[in-house]
């Protein structure tokens, strides 16, 4: 241990700077503060030159230095692109680590940010106190200010806090002005900050990894900007909106290509990185929901970009309309381009630079020079509301199509819109379900399912399935449905569904705003109308001929990133001095012994945030799935921030800006035995040293270990300070995933991208609406079953009970280490888990409980043997009408029945003890964490239980592979099992469930 | 199907963004062979030629004189006994004109006539070439707002999505059309906004999918007879809402309903001739709206 401590501490310093860097980058971005580059080598020069305590004196708020040096501060900088003062500091930073360390470290470092939070603890500094650390911590942000600021280090000193403060106050001051231009953007801006702390504390330490990302916008520019890896789709989309200076965003969103060229819907509240698999990042900015009423936008700005929206979708032919049509809306767009029109100005050819139509012919052109004339007089505004008022009656305005098939597999059409789901074969409407008529909307598989209330002269309820191309199609138009119908027809966004256990359906809903709230905040916009330019159309509709692309600098993304990236800045520190209040507070509670401190602990300053996820974890005990889990990150994300103030400021108050939490307070709150952030105890240090040990000798340890303070409560002697802890990870090593989700129930492990069943029951809020959902259930209940059938499971189960105690530590240790490992990834390293864990624990024996049943189908056999059951032929029965005409005529004329086969394959190990009926023992902890990627959800359910003496954690995990025909199911099971084997060396496999469901009408599909 | 026999033809398309505009109106004059061979669903009583042109004169008469438009009446022709029903011949919504392949093979020919007519009229004209297409006007019901078309024997998909294809501006959703010639053999537009039908159970039936399939809610007359209700509103500036509408003496119930209707221009029409043969009173004119001169 001692000898690595020596690079560990560096890699530490390395990482932390790093993080510094990227923090001040944000910083800079985000204060708007401008100091040159010069200003900010010599600081960061500063800085690492000076050892780190010295370091913390230094600091000064980015605020102060604003304040300070408000005039220097406006220099080249702000036109230089981060990255490339990234890199400056990295090399900067780069001889230093080399002075002090090694190549050990660089490897290391770029893997074990968080881990080195410990490390840092555990390094020679070990006699450092807690105050010590943070004080680094501190400094190095504080390096990174004065690298901005170009403040020079000696004012800086007795200022910290009040820097601290200051800063936190100007990053409020700074989101109340947004705030003020319009009100959602606070709720909003947090978010976006959440985000990036969430994800700052795990990997920006490391790499501070961002993405590259371009968004082609309506009037053909692109934009770009370079995306912190792990950002939701919602910081996108908020700089997005922020450089086009919109308001009214909600009609709007980012698409973006899928691997099969299909378009999709980003997600704001997940992480793009899940959503988009390919690199580079490249999005499309839309208009997601066409106002029925554009007249009722409160904006100019949003009617031009609906225009320009619509010009697209005219000039391509996704809008489809009459020659007049054609013509009289390309007068329009004339006149709100060109102004009046100019016989001298406007000779013939100027016309053609446009595009009206798909197919434009000349004596198109002629009409709409000669409809043109007729506009005299109109202002650009004017024109657009008289273009978006014949746009609006087209027939296919706002309708999203998908294609699909109907019962007979006759090719048709599925067009979402705002009063419901259109049904066309060709061009023809044949059918139109309105939203208040649809009780249920749900998919399964490549099929998707309307269920629709009886007609007036019928009794029964119908459903009405469609074949969609594949299950991703399906999944997107149920999306789509499940979007606009909240969109339009609620009034405010509907909860996400309770979650039953082992339902495997997705539990996505729509989390904007509706029409009806924006339409509200719309009223509230109180600003001048923006001043916008009126790009050329020529430019959109000729993009595709190499029309020059306007590329935006980052720079005009300041103001934006002010607000939301220079806190994630903060969260790169954050994510070091949660790690060390985590461990502080663990010391803590060994001492007290109890566990029930968990609540104080969670009473951040930013109480709201961790009330919320106090609440959510409630939720979530209780079954809630959804949003548990982003409320869950983002909540602590938050706290991370508060962990970062923390560091700026040692024990006092912040103001209470949403960003910026108080560690401190936290910390003392949180226990009075645990020691205030600034002193730490000798047996803390220890404690930290052993877990470095433990990291270095473990290999390829990415994730940091913590310690487990739950575990330390009930098993003191474990805890014992002279205990080593084994990282391991989950998630990470988890195959195709590089994310992985805590979740905080069973029940949400199931929330994935590739689920295969989604059901959607709009609960029409509209006063019209009155639903009565009989036999839901039992179908319901019939559906999950089918689907929980679909499963391939494999459990592991570990038995070190036999083992001497010592090992028998590590075995819950070890498994503590992975609980919260996985919490790590998350960027959820922090004190809340504590709260999670003990809810957790309580769920656990439900979950254990369950977990037993939900093994029935495994069935105890002889080692090696393979047991297949009879597949059963589940048959459902289903009317299927997509045609208008056929409803009318027979209600019951075709009956497709989908065959599913279930398969049950169950091998076993003889070692196996039977230790999966969930035999007495006193539980210890139990959890479950998910993690999604391309095809595949694996749900790993951890339990411990201590059986006379003896430990024993049994992991169970549940990976569920979804895909088309062109999934190999074998290879992706071996694939798993294989995994699952490298994530647990120690561990054996005892027992393999193989569950497959296929649908025999479709091959392969499974 | 199964019976042969004329159907009609009559105006179609309403004008503009506003329902009933219109400017001028195409009719055609009966051929004496209209009487032995005019395609009819059954066989009836024989019609009185003479009477039926007596009744075809005053429907032109009404147009002409009484509401101002501007009439072309093209002539007879011996060798198209079911000529007169020009609304099957041709769709034509604000500018552009559809001339229609008809479901009929006897009726094909008449189209001729009839594209000339609106080439004269400057409309853009759009000729339903593809043989697998076939379309009567009298299945196409113009709300103003969308098209509806019956699924008939005489009209089938094809010639819808090429009606699709045409109109691009307006949803045009397809409904069957099951015991009736055509679509608006039991119902037509009596208002902007509000539909006539008749009430036979097949024709509540239809009016019931087009109210599914429609984003717009359309208030509904009905009418005891589905044949009175087949009317011709008609929009003209100065004169108001104008409404033609079958006479008292052939349906008097429905002569009760329509004359409910306050803010309308009541003119009752005979046709007991022309119903021998399935026409009815859109059945004999194509109404245009020329809001530009040429």
């Given at each position: 241990?001692?000898?690595?401590?020596?690079?560990?501490?560096?890699?530490?310093?390395?990482?932390?700077?790093?993080?510094?860097?990227?923090?001040?980058?944000?910083?800079?971005?985000?204060?708007?503060?401008?100091?040159?580059?010069?200003?900010?080598?010599?600081?960061?020069?500063?800085?690492?030159?000076?050892?780190?305590?010295?370091?913390?004196?230094?600091?000064?708020?980015?605020?102060?230095?604003?304040?300070?040096?408000?005039?220097?501060?406006?220099?080249?900088?702000?036109?230089?692109?981060?990255?490339?003062?990234?890199?400056?500091?990295?090399?900067?930073?780069?001889?230093?680590?080399?002075?002090?360390?090694?190549?050990?470290?660089?490897?290391?470092?770029?893997?074990?940010?968080?881990?080195?939070?410990?490390?840092?603890?555990?390094?020679?500094?070990?006699?450092?106190?807690?105050?010590?650390?943070?004080?680094?911590?501190?400094?190095?942000?504080?390096?990174?200010?004065?690298?901005?600021?170009?403040?020079?280090?000696?004012?800086?000193?007795?200022?910290?806090?009040?820097?601290?403060?200051?800063?936190?106050?100007?990053?409020?001051?700074?989101?109340?002005?947004?705030?003020?231009?319009?009100?959602?953007?606070?709720?909003?801006?947090?978010?976006?900050?959440?985000?990036?702390?969430?994800?700052?504390?795990?990997?920006?330490?490391?790499?501070?990894?961002?993405?590259?990302?371009?968004?082609?916008?309506?009037?053909?520019?692109?934009?770009?900007?370079?995306?912190?890896?792990?950002?939701?789709?919602?910081?996108?989309?908020?700089?997005?909106?922020?450089?086009?200076?919109?308001?009214?965003?909600?009609?709007?969103?980012?698409?973006?290509?899928?691997?099969?060229?299909?378009?999709?819907?980003?997600?704001?509240?997940?992480?793009?990185?899940?959503?988009?698999?390919?690199?580079?990042?490249?999005?499309?900015?839309?208009?997601?929901?066409?106002?029925?009423?554009?007249?009722?936008?409160?904006?100019?700005?949003?009617?031009?970009?609906?225009?320009?929206?619509?010009?697209?979708?005219?000039?391509?032919?996704?809008?489809?309309?009459?020659?007049?049509?054609?013509?009289?809306?390309?007068?329009?767009?004339?006149?709100?381009?060109?102004?009046?029109?100019?016989?001298?100005?406007?000779?013939?050819?100027?016309?053609?630079?446009?595009?009206?139509?798909?197919?434009?012919?000349?004596?198109?052109?002629?009409?709409?020079?000669?409809?043109?004339?007729?506009?005299?007089?109109?202002?650009?505004?004017?024109?657009?509301?008289?273009?978006?008022?014949?746009?609006?009656?087209?027939?296919?305005?706002?309708?999203?199509?998908?294609?699909?098939?109907?019962?007979?597999?006759?090719?048709?059409?599925?067009?979402?819109?705002?009063?419901?789901?259109?049904?066309?074969?060709?061009?023809?409407?044949?059918?139109?379900?309105?939203?208040?008529?649809?009780?249920?909307?749900?998919?399964?598989?490549?099929?998707?399912?309307?269920?629709?209330?009886?007609?007036?002269?019928?009794?029964?309820?119908?459903?009405?399935?469609?074949?969609?191309?594949?299950?991703?199609?399906?999944?997107?138009?149920?999306?789509?449905?499940?979007?606009?119908?909240?969109?339009?027809?609620?009034?405010?966004?509907?909860?996400?569904?309770?979650?039953?256990f082992l339902?495997?359906?997705?539990?996505?809903?729509?989390?904007?705003?509706?029409?009806?709230?924006?339409?509200?905040?719309?009223?509230?916009?109180?600003?001048?109308?923006?001043?916008?330019?009126?790009?050329?159309?020529?430019?959109?509709?000729?993009?595709?001929?190499?029309?020059?692309?306007?590329?935006?600098?980052?720079?005009?993304?300041?103001?934006?990133?002010?607000?939301?990236?220079?806190?994630?800045?903060?969260?790169?520190?954050?994510?070091?001095?949660?790690?060390?209040?985590?461990?502080?507070?663990?010391?803590?509670?060994?001492?007290?012994?109890?566990?029930?401190?968990?609540?104080?602990?969670?009473?951040?300053?930013?109480?709201?945030?961790?009330?919320?996820?106090?609440?959510?974890?409630?939720?979530?005990?209780?079954?809630?799935?959804?949003?548990?889990?982003?409320?869950?990150?983002?909540?602590?994300?938050?706290?991370?921030?508060?962990?970062?103030?923390?560091?700026?400021?040692?024990?006092?108050?912040?103001?209470?800006?949403?960003?910026?939490?108080?560690?401190?307070?936290?910390?003392?709150?949180?226990?009075?035995?645990?020691?205030?952030?600034?002193?730490?105890?000798?047996?803390?240090?220890?404690?930290?040293?052993?877990?470095?040990?433990?990291?270095?000798?473990?290999?390829?340890?990415?994730?940091?270990?913590?310690?487990?303070?739950?575990?330390?409560?009930?098993?003191?002697?474990?805890?014992?300070?002279?205990?080593?802890?084994?990282?391991?990870?989950l998630?990470?090593?988890?195959?195709?995933?590089?994310?992985?989700?805590s979740s905080?129930s069973s029940s949400?492990s199931?929330?994935?991208?590739?689920?295969?069943?989604?059901?959607?029951?709009?609960?029409?809020?509209?006063?019209?609406?009155?639903?009565?959902?009989?036999?839901?259930?039992?179908?319901?209940?019939?559906?999950?079953?089918?689907?929980?059938?679909?499963?391939?499971q494999s459990v592991e189960t570990?038995?070190?009970?036999?083992?001497?105690?010592?090992?028998?530590?590590?075995?819950?240790?070890?498994a503590?280490?992975q609980e919260?490992?996985?919490?790590?990834?998350?960027?959820?390293?922090?004190?809340?888990?504590?709260?999670?864990?003990?809810?957790r624990?309580?769920d656990e024996?439900e979950q254990l409980k369950i977990n037993g049943?939900g093994s029935?189908?495994?069935?105890?056999?002889?080692?090696?043997?393979?047991?297949?059951?009879?597949?059963?032929?589940?048959?459902?029965?289903?009317?299927?009408?997509?045609?208008?005409?056929?409803?009318?005529?027979?209600?019951?004329?075709?009956?497709?029945?989908?065959?599913?086969?279930?398969?049950?394959?169950?091998?076993?190990?003889?070692?196996?003890?039977?230790?999966s009926?969930g035999?007495?023992?006193?539980l210890?902890s139990a959890q479950t964490i998910t993690?999604?990627?391309?095809?595949?959800?694996t749900t790993t359910h951890i339990t411990k239980?201590?059986?006379?003496?003896?430990?024993?954690t049994r992991i169970e995990k549940r990976i569920?592979?979804?895909?088309?025909?062109?999934?190999?199911?074998?290879?992706?099971?071996?694939?798993?099992?294989?995994?699952?084997?490298?994530?647990?060396?120690?561990?054996?496999?005892?027992?393999?469930?193989?569950?497959?469901?296929?649908?025999?009408?479709?091959?392969?599909?499974? | 199907?199964?019976?042969?026999?004329?159907?009609?033809?009559?105006?179609?398309?309403?004008?503009?963004?506003?329902?009933?505009?219109?400017?001028?109106?195409?009719?055609?004059?009966?051929?004496?062979?209209?009487?032995?061979?005019?395609?009819?669903?059954?066989?009836?009583?024989?019609?009185?030629?003479?009477?039926?042109?007596?009744?075809?004169?005053?429907?032109?008469?009404?147009?002409?004189?009484?509401?101002?438009?501007?009439?072309?009446?093209?002539?007879?022709?011996?060798?198209?006994?079911?000529?007169?029903?020009?609304?099957?011949?041709?769709?034509?919504?604000?500018?552009?004109?559809?001339?229609?392949?008809?479901?009929?093979?006897?009726?094909?020919?008449?189209?001729?006539?009839?594209?000339?007519?609106?080439?004269?009229?400057?409309?853009?004209?759009?000729?339903?070439?593809?043989?697998?297409?076939?379309?009567?006007?009298?299945?196409?019901?113009?709300?103003?707002?969308?098209?509806?078309?019956?699924?008939?024997?005489?009209?089938?998909?094809?010639?819808?999505?090429?009606?699709?294809?045409?109109?691009?501006?307006?949803?045009?959703?397809?409904?069957?059309?099951?015991?009736?010639?055509?679509?608006?053999?039991?119902?037509?537009?009596?208002?902007?906004?509000?539909?006539?039908?008749?009430?036979?159970?097949?024709?509540?039936?239809?009016?019931?999918?087009?109210?599914?399939?429609?984003?717009?809610?359309?208030?509904?007359?009905?009418?005891?007879?589905?044949?009175?209700?087949?009317?011709?509103?008609?929009?003209?500036?100065?004169?108001?809402?104008?409404?033609?509408?079958?006479?008292?003496?052939?349906?008097?119930?429905?002569?009760?309903?329509?004359?409910?209707?306050?803010?309308?221009?009541?003119?009752?029409?005979?046709?007991?001739?022309?119903?021998?043969?399935?026409?009815?009173?859109?059945?004999?004119?194509?109404?245009?709206?020329?809001?530009?001169?040429?």
């Amino acid at each position: 241990m001692t000898t690595e401590v020596g690079p560990e501490t560096e890699v530490k310093k390395e990482s932390e700077q790093l993080g510094a860097d990227a923090v001040n980058e944000k910083r800079e971005e985000a204060t708007e503060s401008q100091e040159n580059q010069k200003s900010e080598k010599t600081l960061s020069e500063e800085a690492q030159s000076t050892p780190s305590p010295e370091l913390a004196t230094q600091s000064s708020p980015s605020s102060q230095k604003k304040e300070k040096d408000p005039p220097e501060g406006k220099g080249i900088s702000r036109f230089i692109p981060p990255w490339l003062k990234k890199q400056k500091s990295y090399s900067l930073v780069e001889p230093k680590d080399e002075a002090k360390k090694k190549p050990v470290e660089e490897r290391q470092a770029a893997e074990e940010r968080e881990s080195q939070l410990p490390e840092d603890i555990a390094q020679p500094k070990g006699n450092l106190e807690e105050a010590t650390i943070e004080s680094q911590q501190e400094t190095k942000k504080n390096d990174k200010e004065e690298e901005k600021h170009s403040v020079s280090s000696a004012d800086t000193q007795p200022a910290k806090e009040d820097n601290k403060e200051s800063e936190a106050e100007k990053v409020a001051n700074e989101q109340e002005e947004q705030q003020k231009v319009e009100e959602k953007r606070e709720t909003k801006e947090v978010q976006t900050a959440e985000i990036k702390l969430e994800k700052a504390p795990q990997k920006a330490l490391k790499k501070i990894k961002t993405v590259p990302c371009k968004v082609m916008l309506l009037d053909g520019t692109e934009y770009s900007c370079d995306l912190e890896k792990r950002a939701k789709g919602q910081v996108l989309f908020d700089k997005v909106c922020e450089q086009l200076n919109l308001l009214e965003k909600d009609y709007f969103g980012l698409l973006f290509q899928d691997n099969s060229d299909q378009k999709n819907w980003l997600d704001s509240s997940k992480e793009i990185k899940r959503q988009i698999r390919s690199l580079p990042w490249l999005f499309t900015f839309n208009v997601k929901f066409y106002p029925p009423d554009p007249s009722q936008l409160t904006e100019d700005i949003t009617r031009y970009f609906l225009c320009l929206q619509l010009r697209q979708d005219i000039a391509s032919g996704r809008l489809p309309c009459s020659f007049v049509t054609h013509a009289l809306l390309g007068s329009y767009t004339l006149q709100a381009e060109l102004g009046d029109y100019d016989s001298e100005e406007h000779n013939n050819h100027y016309i053609s630079e446009f595009q009206f139509a798909p197919n434009q012919t000349k004596e198109m052109e002629d009409k709409v020079v000669e409809l043109h004339k007729t506009h005299r007089s109109l202002t650009p505004a004017q024109a657009d509301s008289h273009f978006l008022e014949n746009a609006k009656r087209l027939s296919m305005y706002g309708v999203d199509l998908h294609h699909a098939k109907d019962s007979e597999g006759v090719d048709i059409m599925l067009g979402v819109c705002a009063n419901g789901l259109l049904i066309y074969k060709d061009r023809l409407r044949i059918n139109r379900f309105a939203w208040a008529k649809i009780l249920k909307i749900s998919y399964k598989r490549s099929n998707f399912y309307i269920k629709v209330r009886p007609a007036e002269l019928e009794q029964f309820e119908s459903t009405i399935g469609f074949k969609l191309p594949n299950h991703r199609a399906a999944k997107r138009l149920w999306k789509v449905c499940v979007e606009h119908h909240t969109f339009y027809r609620l009034v405010s966004p509907e909860q996400p569904p309770k979650a039953k256990f082992l339902t495997l359906g997705s539990k996505f809903r729509y989390s904007g705003r509706t029409q009806a709230q924006t339409q509200q905040a719309s009223n509230l916009i109180d600003r001048p109308a923006p001043y916008f330019e009126r790009t050329s159309s020529k430019r959109v509709s000729r993009s595709l001929d190499g029309a020059p692309v306007g590329i935006t600098d980052q720079s005009l993304l300041r103001d934006f990133s002010a607000a939301t990236v220079g806190p994630a800045g903060d969260i790169v520190f954050a994510g070091e001095a949660v790690g060390q209040t985590k461990l502080k507070n663990g010391e803590g509670r060994d001492v007290n012994g109890s566990p029930t401190k968990i609540p104080q602990l969670e009473l951040t300053q930013d109480e709201k945030s961790l009330e919320e996820e106090i609440t959510s974890i409630l939720f979530s005990k209780e079954g809630f799935s959804t949003s548990m889990k982003s409320t869950f990150t983002s909540s602590t994300a938050r706290t991370a921030e508060g962990t970062v103030v923390k560091d700026n400021v040692p024990s006092e108050m912040l103001s209470a800006s949403p960003f910026l939490q108080l560690p401190e307070k936290l910390a003392s709150r949180a226990e009075g035995p645990c020691t205030a952030a600034s002193d730490a105890d000798k047996s803390s240090h220890e404690t930290l040293n052993i877990v470095e040990e433990k990291q270095q000798a473990e290999v390829g340890i990415e994730e940091t270990v913590v310690i487990d303070e739950i575990n330390r409560g009930k098993m003191q002697a474990v805890t014992g300070a002279g205990e080593t802890r084994k990282v391991e990870h989950l998630s990470k090593k988890d195959s195709s995933s590089l994310s992985s989700d805590s979740s905080s129930s069973s029940s949400s492990s199931s929330e994935s991208e590739d689920e295969v069943v989604g059901e959607y029951q709009p609960h029409h809020r509209a006063a019209e609406d009155i639903i009565r959902e009989e036999q839901e259930e039992n179908e319901d209940a019939k559906r999950k079953e089918e689907c929980a059938t679909k499963v391939i499971q494999s459990v592991e189960t570990v038995q070190e009970g036999s083992k001497v105690t010592v090992e028998h530590t590590q075995v819950t240790a070890k498994a503590l280490a992975q609980e919260n490992a996985v919490a790590i990834k998350t960027g959820e390293k922090n004190v809340m888990e504590e709260g999670k864990q003990d809810l957790r624990a309580e769920d656990e024996e439900e979950q254990l409980k369950i977990n037993g049943d939900g093994s029935h189908v495994d069935i105890d056999v002889v080692p090696q043997i393979i047991c297949c059951s009879e597949p059963p032929v589940v048959k459902t029965e289903m009317v299927t009408i997509s045609d208008a005409t056929q409803r009318t005529e027979i209600s019951t004329k075709e009956v497709p029945i989908v065959q599913t086969e279930t398969k049950t394959i169950t091998y076993e190990s003889p070692q196996f003890d039977g230790s999966s009926g969930g035999d007495a023992g006193v539980l210890l902890s139990a959890q479950t964490i998910t993690s999604e990627s391309v095809s595949t959800t694996t749900t790993t359910h951890i339990t411990k239980t201590v059986k006379g003496g003896v430990s024993e954690t049994r992991i169970e995990k549940r990976i569920v592979i979804t895909g088309d025909a062109d999934i190999d199911h074998d290879q992706a099971l071996a694939q798993a099992i294989k995994e699952a084997k490298e994530q647990h060396p120690d561990m054996s496999v005892t027992r393999v469930v193989v569950h497959k469901e296929t649908e025999l009408a479709e091959e392969g599909e499974e | 199907m199964a019976g042969l026999s004329s159907s009609s033809s009559g105006g179609g398309g309403g004008g503009g963004w506003s329902l009933g505009r219109c400017s001028h109106a195409v009719v055609r004059a009966l051929p004496e062979s209209l009487r032995q061979h005019a395609l009819r669903i059954e066989k009836g009583q024989e019609v009185d030629f003479a009477r039926a042109e007596r009744e075809h004169q005053l429907y032109v008469a009404v147009l002409k004189s009484k509401l101002g438009l501007q009439v072309l009446e093209l002539p007879a022709d011996e060798s198209l006994p079911d000529c007169v029903f020009v609304e099957d011949v041709a769709v034509v919504c604000e500018e552009t004109a559809l001339i229609t392949r008809p479901g009929a093979p006897s009726r094909r020919k008449e189209v001729d006539a009839m594209k000339k007519a609106l080439e004269s009229l400057n409309l853009n004209i759009i000729e339903m070439t593809d043989e697998n297409a076939t379309l009567d006007g009298g299945d196409v019901l113009f709300t103003g707002r969308e098209f509806f078309v019956g699924l008939s024997k005489r009209t089938n998909q094809r010639g819808a999505e090429i009606l699709a294809d045409t109109f691009k501006d307006y949803a045009v959703s397809t409904v069957p059309v099951y015991d009736s010639l055509h679509l608006k053999s039991f119902c037509s537009m009596a208002g902007p906004n509000l539909i006539a039908i008749g009430s036979t159970e097949a024709a509540q039936k239809t009016l019931k999918t087009m109210q599914q399939m429609s984003d717009h809610r359309y208030d509904k007359l009905t009418v005891p007879d589905d044949a009175a209700a087949n009317c011709i509103y008609l929009n003209i500036p100065g004169k108001g809402h104008v409404l033609l509408h079958r006479a008292p003496e052939e349906y008097p119930e429905s002569a009760k309903v329509f004359e409910k209707l306050k803010d309308h221009m009541l003119i009752p029409i005979t046709n007991t001739e022309m119903e021998k043969v399935d026409g009815l009173l859109t059945c004999r004119s194509v109404l245009i709206n020329k809001t530009s001169e040429l």
